[in-house]
């Protein structure tokens, strides 16, 4: 399968490394705004623009959520696009203009469940779930801060979330589009130093009971990025690769 990767930043480079060690899987292209990101890459897959993209079987983003809204059009009208900046979903136009083109184009878009876990039973019970709840902890260094005691940065619902915090909480909107939306999904964001990397706490209420679920991960090169979302997303090429009941 012929992939293509935009963003080889944290995420990125991981995944770069696990396509060109896998022989079933080639890297067809890698674009990154910062030049310095494809330094490593041989030159005949480094393209500086979405118009240079080749023909490939699905393009992974790993940038940004502006990026999500920058290739969306292009990516989909001709093949299926992967995305790890969820969070940009939260515009509801971009989420309709995705779906569109989706349609329009027999493409799909996937989300993996990235760093959270407990995605798959939330979106089984979809039409029962009556609420749902996130806390992220994070070190303050994932904020970018230095606090010394814990600090609640944020409170209120998904929506809002993503556009405050556009690097921090994709998780969010992957509960979100899997359960009950950006506006009924409560979020709680807290910078706290007693944590070492990321925490992340999920409990849902649907009609036959409830989930709990706390993900604790450390941070990888990118102290905003959890370890276990590069991971999730290397998983779901696999399965698009070769069917969801690969296992
Ligand atoms: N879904 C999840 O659970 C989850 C978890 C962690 C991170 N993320 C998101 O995944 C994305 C990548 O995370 P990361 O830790 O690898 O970030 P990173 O900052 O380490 O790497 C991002 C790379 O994308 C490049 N980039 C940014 N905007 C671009 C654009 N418009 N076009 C081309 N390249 C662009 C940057 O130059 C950089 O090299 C972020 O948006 C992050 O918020 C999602």
């Known amino acids: 399968m012929k992939i293509g990767l935009i963003g080889v930043g944290t995420i990125g480079g991981f995944l770069a490394e696990k396509i060109k060690a896998d022989s079933s899987l080639e890297l067809s292209f890698v674009l990154d705004t910062d030049p310095e990101k494809v330094t490593g890459f041989s030159k005949e897959i480094v393209i500086n623009s979405i118009d240079e993209m080749p023909t490939v079987d699905l393009v992974v983003e790993a940038a940004s959520q502006q990026a999500v809204g920058q290739y969306a059009e292009a990516v989909l009208a001709k093949v299926n696009f992967l995305i790890l900046s969820v969070g940009a979903l939260s515009e509801q ?5 995705i779906v569109s083109l989706c349609k329009e184009h027999s493409t799909k878009f996937f989300i993996p469940s990235g760093a959270i876990a407990g995605i798959d039973m939330l979106k089984a019970m979809q039409s029962e779930v009556k609420s749902v709840e996130l806390i992220s902890r994070k070190n303050p260094k994932g904020f970018g801060r230095e606090d010394a005691e814990p600090v609640v940065l944020f409170e209120g619902y ?14 969010s909107a992957t509960a979100s589009l899997n359960g009950i939306g950006f506006d009924k999904t409560k979020v709680k964001m807290i910078s706290d130093p007693e944590c070492s990397g990321n925490r992340h706490f999920l409990h849902v209420v649907h009609s ?8 604790k991960a450390l941070p990888s090169k990118n102290p905003k990025t959890s370890s276990t979302a590069a991971y999730s997303a290397f998983d779901l090429i696999k399965k698009i690769q070769f069917g969801i009941n690969l296992y």
């Open 208 to 215: 036959f009971g409830e989930m709990q679920i706390d993900v």
């Open 93 to 97: 136009a971009l989420e309709e203009k």
């Open 158 to 171: 998904a929506r809002e979330a993503c556009k405050k915090f556009p690097k921090n909480i994709n998780i």
